[in-house]
């Protein structure tokens, strides 16, 4: 484990906002990590294979729990704050905390889009990351034509703050990524605001 992170502990309560909760992955999350993986675009980001079998999707759930065991960060289970039904996936990756800065990444499935998930899981997410000592800056580099994406962070209050050309490569390409940060001081959005536009 990371000594810097070392004594980051797991929230007593599960974080939440509007129709979310974040929570461990269980096994049983397996299925929703299926969907995913039905996405053309999820598994040229990540661990998760394309098109993943239940072993692999199993697999990938007890990656997801392995994060904070190893002190790289939180990877959080989005469900449905009443039935529990897993929606996706949203990660606080600690690494530079030592700096005072973490970076989130997120992925909704298919069948849970359009309903301001992933900017209720983002809020969600910072709720719970401003409790964390030392930590003022959570960043989210996001893929120009990624505009749900894009929405879904504005929505959450995390202003674009500007390009970073060919900034990683993703499925053997460099990408140029856009660059959002929200701030521990900066306040909350105003989320109830007519012209909000729903993200995934």
Known sequence: MDPKTAT???PAVDPAHGNVRLRRFRDED????????????VP?????????????????????????????GFAFCIA???????????GLWTRELAAGRAH????????????????????????FGWTIPGLHRVELFIEPWNTASTRSAEYAGFPR???LRSHQEIAGERRDMLLYAALRDAGRPAIDSPAATPGQ
């Open 8 to 10: 980051l502990l797991w």
């Open 30 to 41: 397996a299925g929703m990590a299926r969907e995913l993986s039905l996405d053309d675009y």
């Open 104 to 127: 989130a990444g997120y992925g909704v499935a298919p069948f849970a889009r359009g309903r301001r998930v992933a900017a209720s899981a983002l809020l969600a997410l910072l709720d």
């Open 161 to 163: 703050e500007g390009l």
């Open 44 to 72: 040229t980001i990540g661990t998760l294979p394309p098109r993943a079998t239940e072993d692999q999707a199993l697999a990938w759930v007890e990656r997801q729990r392995r994060h904070h065991v190893r002190g790289t």
């Open 80 to 90: 449905d704050a009443e039935s529990d039904r897993p929606l996706g996936q949203i």
